[in-house]
């Protein structure tokens, strides 16, 4: 019921900002909760952040206080700023919807994913 596309990764040096945007088709995406994940190379799925359909977030541990996630439900879009980025913080992105209010921490709680916009920080 929702498409999702990623954009606005990139190559930043340590310290820098990135704001990723996802973009939805489907007019009801004020009805899904919306999350953030990362993955790098051989690490497991890491929650980053979640923007419930009321508007409350919740970060991973990891970025908490430099990350920050938005939404515009008139629009259909979905932000993510990232400052202070850090090389650990190189991952492809992804955005999710889903309407699970169990394991909202995990992928697995959510049923419609984005293709990923690559982050890359170099030191």
């Known amino acids: 019921q929702v498409q999702l596309v990623e954009s606005g990764g990139g190559l930043v040096q340590a310290g820098g900002s990135l704001r990723l945007s996802c973009a939805a088709s489907?007019?009801?995406?004020?009805?899904?909760?919306i999350a953030w994940f990362r993955q790098a190379p051989g690490q497991e799925r890491e929650f980053v952040a979640r923007i419930n359909l009321s508007g409350y977030t919740y970060y991973g541990d990891s970025v908490k206080g430099r990350f920050t996630a938005s939404r515009d439900n008139i629009r259909n879009t979905a932000s993510l700023q990232m400052n202070s980025l850090k090389p650990e913080d190189t991952a492809i992105y992804y955005c999710?919807?889903?309407?699970?209010?169990?394991?909202?921490?995990?992928?697995?709680?959510?049923?419609?994913w984005g293709q990923g916009t690559q982050v890359t920080v170099s030191s």
């Open positions: 999710a919807a889903g309407r699970s209010i169990i394991a909202t921490f995990s992928a697995q709680a959510y049923d419609y």
């Open positions: 489907g007019r009801t995406f004020s009805t899904y909760h």
